[in-house]
C-alpha cells in the first residue's frame, strides 16, 4: 500500500483526524508504521485513547481501501493528501487542516485568492439578491467564492460566481457520494466544472450534524476572509466567523434592517468590528496589499447579449436589470434617464415580454 493509500484507511476511522495522525506519524517514524504499532503502543500517544487504539487495531486495511477506491473511480474523484503540491496554500496555515480532501473538479493557483461567502439558510430575498451579486462580482473580479451549497445564502454566492462566469469552490458536510442537499446537484456538478467541490470525509459519508461545524473551519480556511450576508443571532453561520477569527481571516459582514431577526447576527458582527460591506470594492479594499496585482478591472465572460429590436433607451434600461430584482429608483440612477422615460422604455420591455414587473416595483429579465 502507498502512503495515500494508508492514509485513506486512517481517514476512514472515527476521530482520526490531522492532529492523531501527526501525532501518531512522529510517535512511529511514518504513515505506514502507525499499523504496526502495538494497541499499548498505541494507547501512550498523545490524544490517543483506548476506543481509536481499538479502531485502528481492528480495521480491515484492505476491505475499508478497495470499497472507498471503487467509490471514488465511480465518481470521478480525486484525493489530495496534506503531503501533496495541490494541497492549497490558504488551508494549510490552519491549526487542524484535513489531512486528506475528496476533490470533483481542480484547485488551481488563483484559489489562494478566496473569499467565503455564508449565512443563513432561510434568507429573505434581499438577502439571496445580495448574496447573488456580491459572488458575482467578486469573481468577475478574479476572486474565488467558496461557500457551503447549503440552502439560502450558500447557494445564493455559489451562483453568482458562476453567472460571472468565475470560479467558486463548494465545501461539504458529507461524503462527494452523498450531495446534500439533494436538489443541489446540478449545482454541485456545475461548480465541479467552474472550480471544486471538495469534502474532508469519506466518499459516502452522509450528511450528519456534527459534520457541518468541521466543514465550517474548511470554507474559512480556504479563505482569505469569510463575509457573512445575512445571519440569525444564533446562526451555524456564525461558526464559521469563529474559525474566521480563530484563523486570523477577515471578517466582513451586509448590514441588514434593524428589526429583522435574519439581521441580528450580521448587524452584531458589524458592532464587534467586521468590517461593513454593500459591495465587493468594500472587501478588495480592506484585503489591500494582499490580492494587489491579482484583481481583473473588467468583467469576465462574454459580452452581454442583448435582445434585438429594441429602440436605444430600452436597451439602456435593458442591460441594467439582471435575473434578481431591481428596484425602479436603481434604474433611474444606473441610467441617468428621466422617471417618465425609464417608465416608458419598462412598459415597452414588459410588452415584448423580456421582462416582468415584481411587487414593490422592481423588475427582472426573463429568461431568454
Known amino acids: 500500500m502507498t502512503e495515500l493509500e494508508y492514509l485513506l484507511v486512517l481517514n476512514s476511522i472515527p476521530d482520526v483526524g490531522f492532529v492523531r495522525i501527526n501525532n501518531l506519524a512522529d510517535r512511529f517514524g511514518g504513515i505506514k508504521e502507525i499499523f504496526k504499532a502495538s494497541r499499548a503502543e498505541l494507547e501512550g500517544v498523545e490524544k490517543i485513547g483506548p476506543k481509536i487504539a481499538d479502531s485502528i487495531i481492528n480495521c480491515d486495511k484492505d476491505k475499508a481501501l478497495v470499497r472507498e477506491m471503487k467509490i471514488i473511480e465511480r465518481y470521478g474523484a480525486e484525493v489530495i493528501s496534506y503531503f501533496d503540491a495541490g494541497y492549497p496554500a490558504n488551508l494549510k496555515e490552519i491549526y487542524d487542516p484535513p489531512i486528506l480532501l475528496y476533490v470533483k473538479g481542480k484547485f488551481t493557483d488563483e484559489d ?35 461557500s457551503g451549497l447549503a440552502r439560502g445564502i450558500d447557494a445564493s454566492g455559489h451562483k453568482g460566481a458562476l453567472k460571472a462566469k468565475g470560479r467558486t469552490i463548494a465545501v461539504l458536510g458529507s461524503g462527494l457520494a452523498n450531495i446534500y442537499p439533494e436538489e443541489h446537484m446540478g449545482l454541485a456538478e456545475d461548480i465541479s466544472k467552474n472550480g471544486a467541490v471538495v469534502s474532508e470525509f469519506p466518499m459516502d459519508t452522509a450528511p450528519y450534524k456534527d459534520n457541518f461545524p468541521r466543514r465550517n473551519r474548511i470554507i474559512s480556511g480556504l479563505s482569505l476572509g469569510v463575509v457573512v450576508v445575512e445571519a440569525a443571532k444564533n446562526s451555524g453561520a456564525l461558526i464559521t466567523t469563529d474559525f474566521a477569527l480563530e484563523q486570523g481571516r477577515e471578517l466582513f459582514a451586509v448590514p441588514g434592517q434593524a428589526r429583522a431577526a435574519t439581521a441580528a447576527g450580521t448587524n452584531m458582527l458589524i458592532r464587534q468590528g467586521a468590517k461593513l ?60 434617464l428621466p422617471v417618465a422615460e425609464v417608465m416608458h422604455s419598462l412598459t415597452k420591455l414588459e410588452l415584448k415580454g423580456i421582462i416582468s414587473q415584481l411587487p414593490g416595483k422592481s423588475y427582472v429579465r426573463k429568461s431568454l
Open 112 to 146: 489562494k485568492y478566496s473569499i467565503g461567502i455564508v449565512g443563513s439558510r432561510h434568507a429573505s430575498r434581499y438577502g439571496l439578491q445580495t448574496a447573488e451579486r456580491l459572488g458575482c462580482e467578486l469573481a468577475a473580479r478574479g476572486m474565488t467564492v467558496v
Open 277 to 336: 460591506v454593500e459591495s465587493a470594492d468594500d472587501v478588495i479594499e480592506e484585503l489591500g496589499d494582499v490580492i494587489k496585482g491579482h484583481m481583473r478591472t473588467e468583467r469576465l465572460g462574454q459580452p452581454e447579449h442583448v435582445p434585438g429590436g429594441l429602440g436605444r433607451r430600452e436597451e439602456d434600461v435593458f442591460v441594467k436589470l439582471s435575473e434578481t430584482p431591481v428596484n425602479i429608483d436603481e434604474i433611474v440612477d444606473g441610467t441617468g
